[in-house]
Nanobody, 125 residues
């Protein structure tokens, strides 16, 4: 299994921006999707965005579409999520994930077998 480590979270004010990073400890196949999820305590994990191959093949959930941008740098084994126009409701633990098979571009959490420990994003008003 691949180890994923997220970073870049922190405390910001509403309207500000933040960039999250996810680093894998091994080279990831471009055929396998990667994704960002978030979770608030007591609630189910929410998918935000996924990507396969490159930035031209990405999908966004309605809640973040137009505000968040996903990017993967395959050469550096990194996945990024640019968060802009942050809202207080964006406060959550953010996780990156990687698929272990060729499931295609999907936001289904079942498709992802490797998960990071998360990085906390807190947005104040």
């Amino acid at each position: 299994d691949v180890q994923l480590v997220e970073s870049g979270g922190g405390l910001v004010q509403a309207g500000e921006s933040l960039r999250l990073s996810c680093t894998a400890d091994e080279l990831l196949s471009e055929n396998f999707a990667m994704a960002w999820f978030r979770q608030v305590p007591g609630k189910e994990r929410e998918a935000m965005s996924c990507i396969i191959w490159d930035d031209s093949s990405a999908y966004y959930a309605d809640a973040v579409k137009g505000r968040f941008t996903i990017h993967r740098d395959n050469a550096k084994n990194k996945l990024y999520l640019q968060l802009t126009s942050l809202k207080t409701e964006d406060t959550a633990m953010y996780y990156c994930a990687a698929a272990s098979d060729t499931y295609g571009l999907t936001l289904r959490p079942q498709a992802y077998s490797d998960w990071g420990q998360g990085t906390q994003v807190t947005v104040s008003s």
